[in-house]
């Protein structure tokens, strides 16, 4: 009898292990529903405030533009791609998605995930709540 695994036309390396022929030591445990809810509140904002800076971003850079084309001179285009700068600054100060490849496995979601950079959004997040969270904590002793 063939086993239909073992004649998968794919590379062994890219087949999925059958439930419970997993080796090497367990994950970490999934997030809780708390941390879940607030990655997804943080999610939704940083959706947000994505979007206001797009729509501002885009009205800008049409100013910058025609300023740089009434100006003309050796600097045209100046103001222009300062203001393309000033988008990708404000781009990577939100970081939209990349704290998300290691929040699921991260004991705190994407606060812990986003504290690889912590002059992202995600890291002044995460300075703020430890911050109350200790306030908090030593009002409570």
Known sequence: CLDPVSTFPYP???????????????GPQAPTNSILIRDLLIFELKLFL????DLVLSQVAIIA???DLIRGGPEKGKTFYWVLRAGEKWDLWLNLYRPAKDAQHSGDGLLEAGMADANSLLGKIESLVKEKGDDISSRDH
């Open 12 to 26: 062994r390396r890219m087949r999925r292990a059958a439930p419970g022929n997993r080796s090497g030591p367990p």
């Open 50 to 53: 994505d979007g206001m800076g």
């Open 65 to 67: 533009l025609l300023w």
